[in-house]
């Protein structure tokens, strides 16, 4: 039963993070200024195709995917030990075992791992590894908060705060404290390079020419056979 509400709250997380992760992306770090109302409401093959970039990490599903359940499944087993060894009820060991100890670390040493093994293919999997340690680190928290009331509602508000800012930075390939994780820059985009709203260089060199162009109205080929002070009536009309 537990297990089956992990993998639930993991999946819950891991849609509503990448929900995030497409409308920050388009509010501040995309370089379009106008979308279509099918973009900003129709979003479900987007998050789609985040959440599978993420388990693309390195080209490869296979073990994008099996890093980022592994990752998990690690956090979700360590947590039972807080549950084992302290009692029914918020305790220390019980947030002590809940507490983002493999994310921080892994995080904090990435840059050091990412200099040690420059070019290495599997720093590729740093991505779905911390990945899958922040929403196992939730999903496990949100389980036994919500069956066993054995953490600080506070507490557990600190873990979101700490962790999902960080995968959106992550996810959306964005520098975190001026280190990036990404080796090289992805095909997937979420906006194309021509901006739909913008106006389009050969409509804008129509317009262009348009105004140079002296207009021609209905009377321009028309000639003036008198002047102002003329009179134009004949002097048998009198």
């Known amino acids: 039963m537990e297990f089956f509400l992990f993998l639930l709250f993991l999946t819950f997380f891991g849609l509503v993070t ?67 060894l302290g009692e029914k009820g918020p305790g220390p060991f019980e947030h002590i075992f809940h507490m983002p100890i493999f994310f921080l670390a892994l995080f904090f040493s990435f840059p050091f791992l990412k200099e040690a093994y420059r070019g290495e293919k599997y720093l590729a999997l740093v991505k779905p590894t911390l990945s899958g340690l922040a929403l196992g680190n939730l999903a496990a928290g949100a389980v ?59 409509s804008g060199s129509v317009q262009e020419n348009g105004w140079e162009e002296e207009d021609e109205g209905p009377f321009t080929e028309e000639t003036d056979d008198f002047g102002l002070g003329d009179d134009p009536f004949r002097d048998d009309f009198k």
């Open 18 to 84: 990448a929900v995030f992760v497409y409308y920050v992306k388009i509010l501040f770090f995309s370089k379009k200024t106008n979308y279509r109302r099918e973009e900003l409401t129709d979003i479900r093959g987007d998050v789609f195709r985040i959440c599978l970039d993420v388990l693309e990490s390195g080209g490869n599903l296979i073990y994008g995917s099996g890093t980022f359940f592994g990752s998990a499944l690690l956090v979700w087993l360590w947590s039972l030990l807080g549950s084992v």
């Open 144 to 202: 036994h908060y919500g069956l066993d009331r054995d953490l600080f509602f506070l507490f557990y508000l600190l873990l979101l705060f700490v962790q999902i800012p960080v995968l959106v930075f992550l996810w959306n390939r964005e520098p975190i404290f001026g280190m990036s994780f990404e080796e090289s820059e992805s095909s997937y985009s979420y906006e194309s390079e021509d901006d739909w709203g913008a106006p389009s260089a050969t």
